[in-house]
């Protein structure tokens, strides 16, 4: 163990730049984009008003693996995330399955998000009558490349460009909110089509799938756990809180397009890759408010989400090479910049490539299979934490882990039955390849040990403390009251129907 120490000592490092504020925008910018603003919505387009139920069952199963994986990343704070988690608790075959699927997923959304993005942009300027002659792919592989060049040049510009997006997309979301009141036709939540209706058992179950894919990346945070200040304290809080952000944005945007958009045009939002601009348009609203909710979710949605898919999934990429699973270029760390940026340049140049074939719901799929996967590892591997080592040091610990894990495992795995069999099988040779690479490299590099913390966490000045508790304590009052604002605003309709 001490030469493994001292190996771990000498290998390259990142540098702690980021609070609780930068976890949350960057857990929940990762979330709030391509799922929300194109699958997400088209599920409107299939459930109306019923949507809601789909988005807290989503929220609730992603609720105890958040908690789960607050308690990991508490613990092992590292860059990584689960590979460390699953090599440590499962072993090294698993965390490169997980780390492998996790970077896949990402890779997908990022691609997702830029097409996102470029739909998003041409409505803009729909909106005033202009159609922009530009392909899609065009402008996607464009705004991969700015934000590739952004996350090389340092983890100080990514954090405060999410910060920057994320409260932009907030500000812009509110002032669209209020201005689309008039807008909203409370009988559309009581007079839905008939063929609302007719979704059976499993057809909730596909529908609350695609749904969670809005809230998988609910953990990202604990990828970049060893860029994170007092880890110990801020990771288990932006777990805490981001399954009910998460809720809280979905809800309310699905609740003023189910209020906005026609009955009637249900079954073209439902085929739509821009489906909150199509219901707006099929409801006449053209012109500002239009092009208010395209750059919302252009310049604050998919630039947050693009920004931090593109910085998280090579901080996978560093630790496995890093760690001798593949290979070591791309441990490989920007002299001046401190970043990985072998990693981000290979893995954005892998999503350029990836929107080239311009097909969302492809992707789509994709990444909800390697998530899916992805995080049923993870469940598995804080059961196998606690049961190997049930000394290590936990700042946060999960009440009930080994039986609410085995239920979330179950319910994920529940999930993935749901999936397109061209995802299937494109993820199983996904992680065919992955394993070929690992063992190959194992057999170069030879096998490294992942150190244990053995000691506690520095702690903050109490001062510093005071203002932590605080900055959390006002997160968590604004959260819970998003979400239950959200919950009485599909109440509301039935109420006075």
């Not at 729909?126 to 590739?148: K, M």
């Not at 500002?288 to 901080?315: E, H, K, M, Q, Y």
């Not at 936990?394 to 039955?417: C, D, E, H, N, Q």
Request: hydrophobic share 55%.
């Amino acid at each position: 163990m001490e030469n493994a120490i001292a190996q771990s000592n000498e290998q390259p490092k990142l540098k702690r730049a980021f609070g609780m504020r930068e976890c949350i925008t960057i857990t929940v910018g990762t979330v709030i984009g391509v799922g929300l603003f194109t699958t997400g919505g088209n599920i409107v387009g299939e459930m109306g008003p019923q949507v809601v139920l789909a988005t807290l069952v989503a929220m609730l199963v992603s609720i105890f693996p958040a908690l789960m994986y607050g308690e990991m990343g508490a613990a092992l704070p590292y860059a990584g995330g689960t590979y460390q988690y699953a090599s440590l608790g499962l072993g090294r075959p698993f965390g490169m399955l997980a780390g492998w699927n996790f970077i896949i997923s990402l890779v997908a959304v990022t691609g997702g998000e830029s097409l996102a993005f470029s739909y998003y942009l041409k409505t803009i300027f729909l909106a005033f009558g202009v159609d922009l002659p530009i392909p899609d792919a065009v402008i996607a592989a464009i705004a991969l490349a700015v934000f590739t060049i952004t996350n090389v040049r340092g983890v100080k510009i990514t954090g405060r460009l999410q910060n920057a997006f994320m409260f932009f997309f907030w500000g812009v979301a509110l002032i669209w909110f209020l201005t689309m009141i008039p807008n909203v036709s409370l009988p559309h939540f009581v007079q839905a089509p008939d063929f609302l209706g007719q979704t059976d058992g499993m057809g909730f179950i596909a529908c609350v799938a695609i749904i969670w894919w809005c809230f998988a990346g609910f953990e990202t945070c604990c990828a970049m756990g060893e860029e994170i200040k007092y880890p110990h304290i801020n990771i288990p809080r932006a777990l805490i809180l981001s399954p009910f952000i998460i809720f809280a944005v979905n809800a309310l945007f699905q609740w003023f397009l189910v209020g906005i958009a026609p009955t009637d045009s249900l079954a073209a939002i439902a085929e739509s890759s821009a489906p909150y601009a199509e219901g707006m348009m099929t409801a006449g609203i053209l012109g500002l408010p239009l092009a208010l909710l395209a750059a919302g979710i252009a310049f604050g949605g998919d630039f947050s989400t693009l920004n931090a898919s593109i910085a998280v999934p090579p901080r996978y990429l560093f630790t496995m090479a890093r760690d001798g699973a593949m290979p070591r270029v791309f441990a490989k760390v920007h002299p001046k910049y401190e970043t990985p940026f072998v990693s981000i340049i290979v893995l954005g140049a892998g999503s350029i490539l990836l929107v080239c074939t311009n097909t969302l719901d492809y992707i789509a799929s994709l990444s909800l299979f390697a998530d899916l996967f992805y995080y049923i590892i993870g469940i598995c591997a804080a059961i196998g934490l606690r049961v190997r080592y049930p000394e290590m040091n936990r700042p946060f610990k999960v009440r009930g882990l080994m039986v609410g894990g085995i239920i979330s495992a179950i319910i994920y795995a529940i999930m993935m039955t749901q999936l397109e069999s061209d995802a299937m099988i494109t993820g199983a040779i996904w992680c065919v390849a992955g394993l070929v690479i690992f063992f190959i490299c194992q057999s170069i590099y030879g096998k490294s040990e992942i150190v244990i913390p053995d000691k506690a966490p520095a702690e903050p000045e109490p001062e510093e403390r005071a203002k932590m508790d605080r900055e959390f304590k006002l997160w968590t009052v604004i959260s819970i009251a998003a979400a239950l604002i959200a919950l009485l605003l599909y109440a509301l309709p039935l109420a006075i129907a």
